[in-house]
């Protein structure tokens, strides 16, 4: 199925046929092609797929079907005209930096982004010239105080990690035009099942593949979507010089996960917001933190923003790192693992883990206590997570 035939279809048929184009064999599933370089038909034919006057393939770090089919699959889910699949996450934030900045460029971004993501802006874009503010996620007379002539990029995730904060989209956007700079939101958290982004004035979206696109923990890759100039042009040229391009083997695995990604959302968010309830009953938990919480100081954008409250929940526990320490060894089924998005649900300690390099003064600013564990919600039984959180409660 083409661009043009994908419009007009529903969510969840984009998600199982969108980016496919069967071959002569006539095959129902996808296939992998796991070649590394094409065949031209003759020299002249060579010379016009390196010139781009013929649009065929040519190597698989530039172009490879069954990363296309993943890269129309994801456009098509996000409402974007383009997509470049990437090796992971980290390289969807980077390519992204590196094909649309330049030196003396200047980042509005977040405080409550991924720990590494904070890393790649504050201790590597910076010795390149690029400047980095950053301001709390949902003050937006903070984002706008921080802009300069000079700022080319807001940079963000809504809900962020792992607090749940949000910032309002529409409004943000409105300050990025203003300022003349592009909105950029990972949207791995939601996903396009939850929240589509562009739809709402941003500019761009990357995502974490590893986390609920594949929805199975078995593959690292990254995507960058949006327009065909910035995304199609700039990223893909980026992409296809310095080479951070995803494997078609794991290409073929998002592409599956795909498939089941609304159902799973929809599930893990139903499951995750029965937890919160749940937890936020219990005298020995502090406080919840989940959007679907009447409690969230943000609920109602969060219902006005999102199609649900999402699989993510962090609460606090009384008597700081033991006890939060104690809750997670004591657990039996609930894996221990800093991995998000699975259908097995996780659970893990951020502020020895994935907020662990952060100093104590970055950490308080990150809201991120000793007391505090974030659980990402799978598809198990509610009781059976309920039954093993209680082990240590
Ligand atoms: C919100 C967010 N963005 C980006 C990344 C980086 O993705 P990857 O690990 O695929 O490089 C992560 C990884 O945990 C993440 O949680």
């Not at 968010?269 to 029965?274: K, P, Q, T, V």
Request: proline content about 4%; aromatic content about 6%.
């Amino acid at each position: 199925m083409d661009h043009e035939q994908a419009e007009g279809l529903g969510f969840d048929t984009l998600a199982v046929r969108a980016g496919q184009r069967r071959t002569p064999e006539g095959e129902h599933g996808e296939p992998i092609f796991t070649t590394s370089s094409f065949v031209f038909e003759s020299a002249a034919q060579a010379a016009a797929r390196f010139a781009g006057s013929d649009e065929g393939n040519v190597y698989s770090r530039f172009t490879n079907p069954t990363v296309r089919a993943f890269q129309e699959r994801l456009a098509a889910l996000e409402g974007g005209e383009s997509c470049v699949a990437t090796a992971s996450g980290m390289s969807a934030v980077l390519a992204t930096c590196l094909a649309l900045l330049k030196s003396g460029d200047h980042i509005v971004a977040s405080h409550s982004l991924f720990g590494t993501t904070l890393s790649l802006f504050s201790n590597y874009l910076t010795r390149f010239g690029i400047t980095v503010t950053f301001v709390p996620l949902s003050e937006l007379a903070g984002w706008e105080a921080a802009v300069r002539p000079e700022t080319r990029m807001l940079f963000l995730e809504t809900p962020s990690n792992p607090l749940t904060e949000l910032v309002d989209l529409v409004e943000l956007a409105g300050v990025a035009r203003r300022a003349g700079a592009m909105l950029v939101v990972d949207n791995c958290f939601c996903t396009p099942a939850l929240q589509r982004p562009l739809a709402l004035g941003a500019d761009l979206v990357v995502h974490s593949a590893t986390k609920f696109l594949d929805g199975q923990g078995r593959c690292i890759g990254g995507a960058v979507v949006g327009d065909r100039q910035r995304v199609g042009q700039e990223v893909f040229g980026f992409l296809r010089t310095a080479g951070p391009t995803m494997s078609p083997f794991n290409a073929w695995v998002f592409l599956k996960g795909l498939e089941t990604l609304s159902l799973r959302m929809r599930a893990q968010s139903d499951s995750a917001l029965a937890l919160a309830r749940w937890l936020e009953s219990l005298p020995q938990v502090r406080r919840v933190y989940h959007p679907g919480l009447p409690s969230h100081p943000q609920h109602l954008l969060a219902s006005r923003q999102q199609k649900h409250y999402g699989a993510v929940l962090s609460f606090e526990v009384e008597g700081g790192r033991r006890a939060a320490w104690g809750l997670i060894d004591a657990t039996r089924l609930i894996s221990i693992t800093a991995n998000l998005g699975d259908v097995k649900t996780t659970i893990t300690h951020p502020a020895t883990t994935t907020h662990g390099r952060l100093s104590p003064a970055e950490r308080e600013r990150a809201g991120v206590g000793e007391g505090l564990l974030r659980l990402s919600v799978g598809l198990e039984a509610v009781a059976d997570l309920q039954a093993d959180l209680l082990r240590g409660l």
